[in-house]
């Protein structure tokens, strides 16, 4: 048992250490009718699940037992090159938060889709996690307005991301 705690007592300190400094609140209400449907990803924090993909989307339906279908695709390393797809589900997190889902791609196994900002009209979406490792621009459109970029990116330093790790995705 103090194995078990200590460990989760330098999980805490490594997490504080790697930049836990991040305003990863989210959205209190949702209308989860107008956020199914596809969205364009417009920009993403790297990492080895979509590494070298250009012209990704994410597509979000209803499924028969509650739960939002999660269909993810994207081109490798240019939009005529091989079409990659993963198919994963999303849920209502436990504490019932609006803006806080879980989506697994691997069985069981779920992580946290956390939506940080959406636009009133539903337009864009900005998603992270309560890691800040994890970052997502997303629009209903391949590009967004210049100043309506400008604004998401003013939010996202605000509240502490790194915005110049930002990987602008190339679409059609």
Not at 72 to 101: F, H, I, M, P, W
Not at 145 to 151: D, F, L, N, T
Request: proline residues 3%.
């Amino acid at each position: 048992m103090k194995t078990v705690l200590l460990s989760l007592a330098l999980c805490g300190m490594c997490s504080a250490a790697i930049g836990q400094d991040i305003d990863n609140s989210t959205i209190t209400s949702l209308d989860l009718d107008r956020y199914l449907g596809k969205w364009y990803e417009v920009a993403r924090y790297d990492h080895s699940f979509e590494r070298d993909l250009v012209g990704c989307t994410t597509e979000y339906s209803m499924r028969d037992d509650g739960k939002i279908k999660v269909i993810n695709s994207g081109y490798l390393k240019t939009l005529d090159g091989t079409y990659k797809e993963s198919v994963g589900k999303a849920k209502a997190k436990r504490n019932g938060t609006a803006g806080q889902l879980q989506v697994s791609f691997f069985g069981p196994f779920y992580s946290d889709y956390y939506i940080l900002d959406l636009a009133p009209d539903y337009s864009y979406s900005v998603v992270g996690s309560s890691s800040p490792k994890y970052l997502w621009i997303l629009s209903r459109t391949p590009q967004l307005a210049p100043e309506v970029k400008g604004k998401i990116l003013r939010n996202l330093q605000q509240r502490g991301y790194d915005t110049g790790k930002l990987l602008w995705v190339k679409q059609r």
